[in-house]
């Protein structure tokens, strides 16, 4: 399973991007998708999750209201959209796979299986 982030960049505070994630894999209804992020010196946190089929997502509370996460099972991918940024969102960002049979998708990164390069988001101020 190879995964594929990209469309991060230099945006400004209030601006948006999208996020997007390839999926090399067969199967690629069996996994649940997450996104997670990485500041400087921090840890690694979960920022959204989608389900199998797309029906069942979660967001952080930090991005509630400004991301969504969404998915297109017929091309084997995932995406982020991302609205009114903020310096705080600054981070690598990471998809990720998670090889379940649950109906709905998990928020703990060590439940993943399988992870992208990461893709770095910066917003300026």
């Known amino acids: 399973v190879q995964l594929q982030a990209s469309g991060g960049g230099l945006v400004q505070v209030g601006g948006s991007l999208r996020l997007s994630c390839a999926v090399s894999?067969?199967?690629?209804?069996?996994?649940?998708m997450g996104w997670f992020r990485q500041a400087p010196r921090k840890a690694r946190e979960f920022i959204a999750a989608?389900?199998?089929?797309?029906?069942?997502?979660y967001l952080a509370d930090s991005v509630k209201g400004r991301f969504t996460i969404s998915r297109d099972n017929a091309k084997n991918m995932v995406y982020l959209q991302m609205n009114s940024l903020k310096p705080e969102d600054t981070a690598v960002y990471y998809c990720?796979?998670?090889?379940?049979?649950?109906?709905?998708?998990?928020?703990?990164?060590?439940?993943?299986?399988?992870w992208g390069q990461g893709t770095q988001v910066t917003v300026s101020s």
């Open positions: 990720a796979a998670d090889l379940t049979a649950n109906v709905r998708p998990t928020m703990r990164l060590h439940s993943y299986d399988y």
């Open positions: 894999v067969r199967t690629f209804n069996d996994y649940a």
């Open positions: 989608v389900s199998r089929g797309g029906g069942s997502t």
